[in-house]
């Protein structure tokens, strides 16, 4: 299996921008599907997950602005992400679980500056 994520870039404070994350290969029974980030010189956080009957967790920093969605018949994740701050900044990672393995995209750069 491997994940595909894109749909990062630059953005001004206030902003949006929506990530994708697509899983390809053997990637049946996909479970829990999450959005990590790591900012510079910080640990990698979790900031939201999806389970496969659309239960939805939310880090306390992006609560209220970032919206997680799952396409179960395309293996995709979705980060809908409103009102970015400059602390939003870093690289986002997806990362999804099933009964056969836990597999992680490449990484996609979100900056938040204006």
């Known amino acids: 299996v491997q994940l595909q994520a894109s749909g990062g870039g630059l953005v001004q404070p206030g902003g949006s921008l929506r990530l994708s994350c697509a899983a390809t290969?053997?990637?049946?029974?996909?479970?829990?599907m999450r959005w990590y980030r790591q900012a510079p010189g910080k640990q990698r956080e979790l900031v939201s997950t999806?389970?496969?009957?659309?239960?939805?967790y939310y880090a306390d920093s992006v609560k209220g602005r970032f919206i997680i969605s799952r396409d179960n018949a395309k293996n995709t994740v979705y980060l809908q992400m409103n009102s970015l701050k400059p602390e939003d900044t870093a690289v986002y990672y997806c990362?999804?679980?099933?009964?056969?393995?836990?597999?992680w995209g490449q990484g996609t750069q979100v900056t938040v500056s204006s």
């Open positions: 999806i389970t496969r009957s659309d239960s939805t």
């Open positions: 990362n999804m679980n099933s009964a056969f393995g836990d597999y």
């Open positions: 290969g053997s990637a049946f029974s996909i479970n829990t």
